[in-house]
C-alpha cells in the first residue's frame, strides 16, 4: 500500500456501474482517494462529515434521487461540495441544484481533464468549509453546556444589556446574574466578555461567503 498522502477523498454516488469504475479509474489515476456508492442511500449511511472531502452524484438514480440528497445534506448542515452529473435533458434541473448551493454540474460523455480541474476547485473549497464546519461544531458544543437560564443571560449580554438590566428582564437578582455570567465564561472558555461575544456571534470562524 502507498504511503504517500492522497489528495483527499472523492465520493461517488451513481447507479450506473461503468460510471463509477471509470471515474474511480480516472481519479485515482490523479491520486484522490476515491469511495463509491451505487446509491444516496448507502452513501448518507457511510458518509462522514469530518472528512474533508467532495461529492460527485447523477442527478437522475433509482431510489433517492441526486437533488434529493442535496437537500438532505443542507438540512444537515453538511459541508461538502457537490458536483452533479447530468444528461442534455437535465441542464435546467442542474442549474436550480446550483442556486441551493451545488458548485457546478459536468453533462455526460464528460471531458477528463473537466473533471479533474473541477474536483481540484471542490477539494480546495472544502478544506475552508470543513474549517468552518468544524469550528461552528465546537462552538455548538460549547453552547450546549450551558443551562436554559444560562442562555437567556448570554443572549442579552450580546444585546448589551447591563447586569441591573438582566435582572429585571428575568426576575432575578444581581448576584444571581452574575453568577450565572461567572459560570458562561468558564464553560465558554472565555477570559474577557470580547471573547464571549465572538463565541457567542460565531465569529471564532471564517464567516459565511
Not at 25 to 47: I, N, P, Q, T
Not at 80 to 87: C, D, E, K, N, S
Not at 124 to 149: I, M, N, P, V
Request: some cysteine; glycine content about 6%; hydrophobic content about 45%.
Amino acid at each position: 500500500m502507498s504511503l504517500i498522502p492522497k489528495k483527499g477523498t472523492v465520493y461517488v454516488v451513481d447507479d450506473d456501474e461503468a460510471v463509477r469504475d471509470s471515474l474511480q479509474w480516472l481519479l485515482e489515476g490523479k491520486d484522490y482517494r476515491v469511495r463509491c456508492f451505487e446509491s444516496a442511500e448507502s452513501f448518507l449511511s457511510r458518509y462522514d462529515p469530518r472528512e474533508v472531502a467532495c461529492l460527485i452524484v447523477d442527478i437522475r438514480m433509482a431510489g433517492m434521487t441526486g437533488l434529493e440528497l442535496q437537500d438532505r445534506l443542507i438540512e444537515r448542515k453538511s459541508p461538502l461540495p457537490v458536483v452533479f452529473i447530468t444528461g442534455h435533458g437535465d441542464v435546467p434541473m442542474a442549474v436550480n441544484t446550483m442556486k441551493k448551493g451545488a458548485m457546478d454540474f459536468i453533462q455526460k460523455p464528460f471531458k477528463e481533464e473537466e473533471l479533474v480541474g473541477l474536483v481540484e476547485r471542490m477539494l480546495e473549497h472544502a478544506k475552508g468549509a470543513f474549517a468552518e464546519y468544524q469550528s461552528a461544531a465546537s462552538r455548538d458544543a460549547l453552547l450546549s453546556k450551558l443551562t436554559s437560564r444560562e442562555a437567556q443571560v448570554l443572549e442579552r449580554i450580546v444585546a448589551g444589556r447591563l447586569n441591573k438590566q438582566i435582572a429585571d428582564d428575568l426576575g432575578i437578582s444581581i448576584k444571581t446574574v452574575e453568577a450565572h455570567r461567572a459560570n458562561i465564561m468558564e464553560k465558554l472558555n472565555a477570559n474577557t466578555v470580547a471573547d464571549l461575544l465572538k463565541i457567542a456571534l460565531g465569529q471564532n470562524h471564517p464567516a459565511k461567503a
